[in-house]
């Protein structure tokens, strides 16, 4: 696991933390680097509050080889995390956040 260097974890929630773990086991049963590029840092214009709140993540793709296993990788997140995750696949990056549903 990495992070890349503009990385700012300040304020990072245990819920997220939760979920670092489990999409590192899903990278590495891949076999690929997992490199974390975003928590509480950089612009998101679409999921800006939960960044900042500590509540949001997001993951490099590009060093993923294949398009097919990117969709296997970030299926595999999505199903091993419940329903109070939102796991969005962007064109750049695997975003998870955590917004309980009550
Ligand atoms: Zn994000």
Known sequence: MELK??????GIKPEILLAVFIASEV???FE?????TSIADG????????????NAFDIRIRNIPEKPMIDQIFLEIRR???????VILEP???HIEYQPLF
Not at 32 to 36: E, H, R
Not at 80 to 86: A, I, S
């Open 43 to 54: 612009k998101h214009a679409q999921h800006h509050s939960l960044h900042y709140s500590g």
């Open 92 to 94: 750049t990056h695997i």
């Open 32 to 36: 690929v680097d997992f490199v974390i």
């Open 5 to 10: 260097q503009s990385v700012k974890p300040l």
């Open 27 to 29: 990278y590495k049963s």
């Open 80 to 86: 091993r995390l419940t329903k109070d995750y939102q």
